[in-house]
């Protein structure tokens, strides 16, 4: 995460880490794995997390959109270098006294720039890949803390720490659905 103004902004792992210590740090029901916390206050955690999830989405999308740019980029160099190495092979082949030579320089200088070109492809391909590897990996643990913090939520409902106040029914006042 960035810093601004000499804070560290809390990005969706954050988010996660807060909801867990918030449940692990609330109080337990005698002689019971459950425990009491507040709803309202716990909602407003997750609905902070759900409304930051979109925001590292289009950070993804914003990298796949760098990543064309940056292959378009490879290609059209990649293509000038070939355009070039058959110019200067056309060039050389033209002059009679240095054709043998020239088609050999010719096929050696768009050998490389084939070659060139293809390196360029190759390592905005791994960038890109190892790129969004990482993204992938950030977006499982999000994902599974968010499932974990459902998971004991509904635990939590389940053993009645979650139980609506009297006079008012389950239906009326349902949990949100991420």
């Known amino acids: 995460m960035t810093e601004i103004d000499g804070s560290k902004s809390v990005g969706p792992l954050d ?4 909801i867990i210590a918030y449940v692990e740090a609330a109080k337990a029901v005698p002689m019971s794995r459950a425990c009491k916390v507040d709803r309202a ?5 997750l609905e902070e997390l ?13 990298m796949l959109q760098e990543r064309d740019k ?6 059209r160099e990649a293509d000038r270098i070939i355009g070039e190495a058959e110019t ?7 002059r009679h006294e240095v054709t043998v030579s020239a088609e050999h320089e010719g096929n050696r200088i768009i050998g490389e720039a084939r070659g ?3 390196r360029l492809r190759d390592e905005v391909d791994e960038y890109v890949d190892t790129t969004l590897a990482n993204f992938e990996q950030f977006l499982h643990r999000a994902l599974s803390g968010v499932e974990r913090g459902r998971d004991k ?5 389940e053993i009645g720490s979650f139980s ?4 008012e029914s389950e239906d009326e006042k349902p949990l949100p659905q991420f």
Do not use: Y
Not at 15 to 18: D, F, G, N
Not at 70 to 75: D, F, H, L, S, W
Not at 164 to 167: K, R, S
């Open 164 to 167: 609506p106040p009297q006079g």
């Open 70 to 75: 940056i292959i378009e980029a490879g290609e």
């Open 15 to 18: 988010r996660i880490e807060e």
């Open 88 to 94: 200067e092979h056309a060039r050389l082949v033209s």
């Open 116 to 118: 060139e070109a293809q």
């Open 41 to 45: 206050e716990l909602i407003g955690m």
């Open 50 to 62: 759900q409304s930051e999830l979109p925001a590292d989405i289009r950070r993804s999308e914003a």
């Open 153 to 157: 939520m509904h635990t939590l409902r």
